[in-house]
Nanobody
């Protein structure tokens, strides 16, 4: 069965950088749609970035210019390089996947597979 395992979350200072990774099993990241969402307790999931099954990349406005999403074919991972981190980026980040062609524009309820999340905390 498909499993997604996130890693790379940590506590950093404002302006710092982190690289999140999502390792997929029983699913090839280059042939699936993959995405990052984030959520705080009691809040709805917020889209961050996605790569659809055709390779098209989408970013949420809050991520543009600071975050870069990519796929590592050799490792079968989805990665998220986050630079210039701000306190408002503090959240639990979740990896999502689907075998259909989806992007973050489809909303978090459309995605089939989810990881357990990795916590990012940005302090000033």
């Amino acid at each position: 069965r498909v499993q997604l395992v996130e890693s790379g979350g940590d506590s950093v200072q404002v302006g710092g950088s982190l690289r999140l990774s999502c390792a997929a099993s029983d699913l090839t990241v280059t042939s699936a749609s993959m995405a990052w969402f984030r959520r705080s307790p009691g809040s709805n999931s917020e889209a961050v970035a996605s790569i659809d099954s055709d390779g098209r990349i989408s970013y949420a406005t809050s991520a543009k210019g600071r975050f870069t999403v990519s796929r590592d074919n050799a490792k079968n991972t989805l990665d998220l390089q986050m630079n210039d981190l701000r306190p408002e980026d503090s959240d639990k980040y979740y990896c999502a996947a689907d075998r259909r062609r989806l992007s973050i524009a489809n909303g978090f309820t459309s995605w089939t597979y989810w990881g357990q999340g990795t916590q990012v905390t940005v302090s000033s």
